[in-house]
């Protein structure tokens, strides 16, 4: 089994930044590839971005590229999702996830309980 607990979301102004935490426990958890999905008002999870077990190969949506980096610290076990240039379509409930590589950026096994970030225009 494996925890992923999210902390960091808030609200924020449009060209604004905001740093998101995961947290992952449970035995396996330092095994598997961690990510990030969001979540919009009235539309479906999307994903955002993934990080390896080992820390590299950052792979990101096409509409976060360039403004988003996710990174990883392998001693705690926890996955950080920087977000800068913020935009309203940015606004969701940001989710992270964790899985085996082939799964985790099509249909991740565990889930954490999301945080909300707001974007004012």
């Known amino acids: 089994q494996v925890q992923l607990q999210e902390s960091g979301g808030g609200l924020v102004q449009a060209g604004g930044s905001l740093r998101l935490t995961c947290a992952a426990s449970?035995?396996?958890?330092?095994?598997?590839?961690m990510g990030w999905f969001r979540q919009a008002p009235g539309k479906e999870r999307e994903f955002v971005a993934v990080?390896?077990?080992?820390?590299?190969?950052?792979y990101y949506a096409d509409s976060v590229k360039g403004r988003f980096t996710i990174s990883r610290d392998t001693g705690n076990n926890t996955v950080y999702l920087q977000m800068n240039s913020l935009i309203p379509e940015d606004t969701a409930v940001y989710y992270c996830?964790?899985?085996?590589?082939?799964?985790?950026?099509?249909?991740?096994?565990?889930w954490g309980q999301g945080t909300q970030v707001t974007v004012s225009s």
């Open positions: 996830v964790a899985d085996v590589s082939g799964k985790v950026v099509r249909d991740p096994g565990y």
């Open positions: 449970g035995r396996a958890s330092a095994s598997y590839t």
């Open positions: 990080i390896s077990v080992s820390g590299g190969s950052p």
